[in-house]
Nanobody, 118 residues
C-alpha cells in the first residue's frame, strides 16, 4: 500500500517557523513529483509547493521568500520549511505525490494541522 505520512505541524506565533515532513512508502517514487497542498474549512485545496523528479520547484505566490521545499529521493521523503509564518498560513497541510509518467496515478497524505496565532 502506498502511504504518505505527514508530521511537524503545530501551533506557532506569527513570524515563527515550522518544518513539515512527509514519509512516503509503498512504491518507487523516483518518477514522481512530490509536494504540499493546504486547505482551510470551506475552501478549495490549494497548491503550496511542488518539486519534480528533476528538482524543479514551484511555489504559490503567497509563500514567496518564506517557504522552501526539499526532497530526499533516496529516502522517499519531502520537507517544507515554513518561515515568517502568517495567520493566513493556518491550514491543514497535505503531502502529495504524482507519477510524472502517468498523471492519473497520484496519492495524498492524511494531513497535518498548522495554526499560526499569537
Amino acid at each position: 500500500q502506498v502511504q504518505l505520512v505527514e508530521s511537524g505541524g503545530g501551533l506557532v506565533q506569527p513570524g515563527g517557523s515550522l518544518r513539515l515532513s512527509c514519509a512516503a512508502s509503498g512504491t518507487d517514487f523516483s518518477r514522481y513529483a512530490m509536494g504540499w497542498y493546504r486547505q482551510t474549512p470551506g475552501k478549495q485545496r490549494e497548491m503550496v509547493a511542488l518539486e519534480t523528479r528533476y528538482g524543479t520547484t514551484s511555489y504559490d505566490t503567497s509563500t514567496t521568500g518564506r517557504f522552501i521545499i526539499s526532497r530526499d529521493m533516496a529516502g522517499n521523503t519531502v520537507h517544507l520549511l515554513m518561515n515568517a509564518l502568517k495567520p493566513e498560513d493556518t491550514a491543514v497541510y497535505y503531502c502529495y505525490a504524482m507519477n510524472e509518467e502517468r498523471y492519473s496515478q497520484e496519492y495524498w497524505g492524511q494531513g497535518t494541522q498548522v495554526t499560526v496565532s499569537s
